[in-house]
């Protein structure tokens, strides 16, 4: 644990350290707070719905950005071996990797609070929803940190393993969200690839409910990919 | 300790058994067997693509071998991979490190993946810095340094937590001759409290602090010997140049007839010959291997001029391509 913690951190120091992280927290609080006061008008609502909706949407393109780095960076400079031949395992490794870009996460939509303290001062938000939307985006960020994960320890080249994050991204929204709309003859299948469909679940948690269906899902999907990853890795051993 | 591999006397430090890894069709190391004592300085030579890193890395636990058995300190690399892995210094080939790191950062992340306690980081970061001339330069950044700097950035983290074993992949790569016999006092200094495998592609520069010698090529030990053995066996194969102002065939005649002469190779230009004489080993006369007061005497006797005359011992350099090359024809 000790160990994951100590690569968790100095993947978020060195996140840091690159200029891209710097323009992707810009220009995701910019849009964030945009799009927070064009809905910011007297008489609607007193929510985060919409905005949180949308920033759900943003993950899609910035996530994997974040997470193309993590084993792909490592394993193109050789400080994959420097990691592998420490006494440390390869889940500790991948772990260790996606926590550091769960703390980029967390930095990334933290001006979400500062928009809520200022919607506190002019209205009277309703906290509930709110915090379970929190919750549901750190679940939705968590999933496709994984998948990114998985990609880099798929590549030692970032572009790649960018363009592999959106594609799986891009399997669990938009094509299960067309496939499930469209009148298949199973009402199972079509059941089946709805469920499968990211942003419904996430729906729940911006609605304000937290069932426990829906965290399966995500936990189950972060610890899936995260094992996929460990394997890819160690599959190393035997290539 | 724990559960030791076979039956190992303790003071066998690296060992290994018909260790053999293919890459797909690719053969890079074939049976290997090899035996390293404690506290021994061995170099481990060959050309590149000899399959030396393969070698180490296998014995680092990075890559698992294809067939055979390597133990580090008595563990199997691939049963006891963490316990083998705690005892194993590791300076992997072109010093990966990360550039946006400090000197002192680096090393505290180092320390704390091999759990070491704060008490121990700070103890051990300190004497490290300080053996490996670090100590002003803990606060920069590593992308920062010089190569030669970066290069002692690697070694004091392969140093941090007093491995018995240190493994060292090409630690003098791409410095300069200062820095070059720079690590090799570092080495040298590790003699007795370390085990050190360390590798390289050039042989003079190991010959200086290894106290034995292994020449790999084609996957397979070339030779095996301490640095004076090697050299010893080169003296073997020296040969006499004699430069004399005479008619060659005349002269050939003349030095076959000489005690101690086994063969004689004339080049003539001019009036000046150049004759290379391998010496007969096999001869009980009184001149022995050295045929050169027999040959001075005849030289003196036939009044030919002589402009010089020395032995030709092959470097070591030389030897090494000869059983490199001998091991590429026979793979």
């Known amino acids: 644990m000790h160990q994951t913690l100590t690569i968790a ?30 809905g910011f008008v007297p008489g ?17 393109f910035i996530l994997p950005a974040v997470s193309m780095r993590l084993l792909a960076d490592e394993t193109r400079s050789g400080t994959l071996e420097v990691l592998m031949t420490s006494p440390i395992n390869d889940a500790q490794v991948v772990v260790g990797k996606w926590l550091g870009a769960m703390g980029f996460l967390l930095v990334l939509i933290s001006p979400l609070i500062v928009l809520i303290g200022v919607m506190e001062i002019y209205a009277d938000p309703d906290y509930g929803p709110i915090i379970t939307g929190f919750v549901g985006l750190l679940l939705i960020g968590g999933l496709y940190l994984a998948m990114g994960t998985l990609a880099s320890a798929a590549t030692q080249n970032q572009i790649i ?6 594609f799986l991204i891009g399997m669990f929204t938009i094509v299960t969200m067309i496939l499930g709309s469209m009148n298949l003859a199973n009402a199972n299948v079509r059941e089946a690839i709805f469920y499968l469909n990211v942003e419904t679940h996430y729906a729940q948690f911006n609605r304000g409910l937290i069932d426990t269906a829906d965290v399966v899902f995500f936990l189950s999907g972060i610890v899936l990919f995260l094992f996929l990853a460990v394997k890819l890795l160690e599959s190393r051993r035997w290539r | 300790m724990q559960t030791r591999f076979d039956d190992l006397p303790i003071d066998i430090m690296i060992e290994t058994k018909q260790l053999t890894k293919h890459y797909g069709p690719v053969v890079a190391v074939n049976g290997l067997d090899l035996s390293i004592p404690d506290g021994q300085i061995v170099g481990f030579l060959g050309p590149n693509g000899a399959g030396k890193t393969t070698t180490l890395r296998m014995l680092t636990g990075y890559i698992p071998p294809t067939s055979g058995q390597a133990c580090v300190a008595g563990f199997d ?26 000197v002192d950062e680096y090393l505290e992340h180092r320390g704390k993946l091999l759990c070491m306690s704060r008490t121990a980081r700070k103890q051990r970061k300190d004497i490290v810095t300080d053996r490996c001339g670090l100590s002003k330069i803990r606060r920069r950044v590593i992308g920062q340094l010089s190569k030669g700097n970066r290069q002692r950035v690697g070694l004091a983290a392969a140093l941090l937590h007093e ?9 003098t790569a791409g410095l300069d001759p200062n820095q ?28 200086k602090m290894a106290d034995r010698v292994v020449i790999i090529a084609g996957g397979h030990i070339a030779a095996d010997d301490t640095p004076t053995n090697l050299r010893k066996r080169l003296s073997e194969h020296g040969r006499l140049i004699v430069d004399v102002r005479a008619n060659g065939e005349a002269l050939q005649k003349a030095m ?27 001869t009980d006369s009184p001149g022995m291997h050295d045929p050169r007061e027999a040959l001075g005497q005849m030289l003196l006797k036939n009044n030919w001029a002589v402009r010089e005359m020395r032995y030709d011992t092959p470097s070591l350099e030389q030897f090494f391509i000869e059983i490199t090359a001998k091991q590429d024809q026979a793979a």
């Open chain 1, 44 to 60: 609607q609502q007193a929510t985060m719905r919409s905005v949180f909706g949308l920033v759900a949407r943003f993950m899609i």
């Open chain 2, 256 to 282: 076959l007839a000489t005690v101690g002469v086994k063969h004689v190779e004339i080049h003539t230009q001019g009036e000046w010959s150049q004759a290379t004489i391998t010496p007969d080993k096999q």
């Open chain 2, 180 to 207: 070059i016999s720079e690590v090799r006092r570092l080495i040298g200094e590790l003699r007795e409290k370390h085990t050190v495998l360390v590798s390289s592609h050039i042989l003079p520069e190991i010959e």
């Open chain 1, 161 to 166: 393993a960018f363009f592999i994050t959106l």
């Open chain 2, 163 to 171: 491995p018995q074993v240190l493994i060292l992949d090409e630690p």
């Open chain 2, 77 to 102: 690399v691939l049963k006891q991979s963490e316990q083998a892995r705690r005892q194993i210094g590791y300076l992997p080939e072109n010093n990966p490190v990360y550039p946006e790191m400090r």
């Open chain 1, 9 to 38: 951190r100095r993947e978020i120091t060195s996140l840091f350290f690159s200029p891209i992280a710097y323009v992707v927290l810009g220009l995701f609080a910019l849009g964030v707070t945009w799009i927070f006061f064009l």
